[in-house]
C-alpha cells in the first residue's frame, strides 16, 4: 500500500473521530434542556455541530468508497474499525472525561495486537 493511501486511510480515521466528537459535544451540551422530542430533534439536527458531523461522515463514505475501491475488504474495514475504536475511546477519556479502566486499556491493547498480527 502506498503513502498516499495511508494518508486517505488517516484522513478518514480523523475525521471520523471529529465527526463523533461533535455529535457527543452537541448531546452533552443539550442533556440539561427539557426534551420535547419533536422539536428537540429539529434543533438538534440544526445545531451546527451536528450538521458538521453529518458532513464528516458523507467525507468518510467518499474516502471509504476509494480506499475501498483500492484495497481489500478484508484489509480495509477491520483496520479503520479498529482504529476508530481506539481513537474513540481515547477522545473520550481526554474529551468528555469518560473513565479510564484497566479493563478497557487491556481490550484497546488486544485490538492494537490484532492490528498488527493483520497486517504482518
Known amino acids: ?24 459535544y452537541a448531546l452533552i451540551l443539550r442533556s440539561n434542556e427539557k426534551i420535547n422530542p419533536i422539536t428537540s430533534l429539529i434543533e438538534l439536527f440544526l445545531d451546527w455541530r451536528i450538521i458538521l458531523a453529518v458532513a464528516c461522515c458523507i467525507i468518510n463514505l467518499i474516502l471509504y468508497l476509494f480506499l475501498l475501491s483500492e ?19 481515547t477522545l473520550s477519556v481526554i474529551l468528555f472525561n469518560e473513565p479510564l479502566t484497566v479493563r478497557n486499556v487491556i481490550a484497546i491493547l488486544l485490538i492494537g495486537l490484532g492490528i498488527a498480527i493483520m497486517k504482518n
Open 1 to 24: 500500500m502506498n503513502y498516499k493511501l495511508w494518508v486517505l486511510l488517516l484522513l478518514n480515521i480523523a475525521i471520523g473521530l471529529i465527526g463523533q466528537a461533535l455529535m457527543k
Open 71 to 89: 484495497l481489500d475488504l478484508g484489509f480495509v474495514f477491520p483496520l479503520i474499525v479498529s482504529l476508530l475504536i481506539v481513537g474513540v475511546y
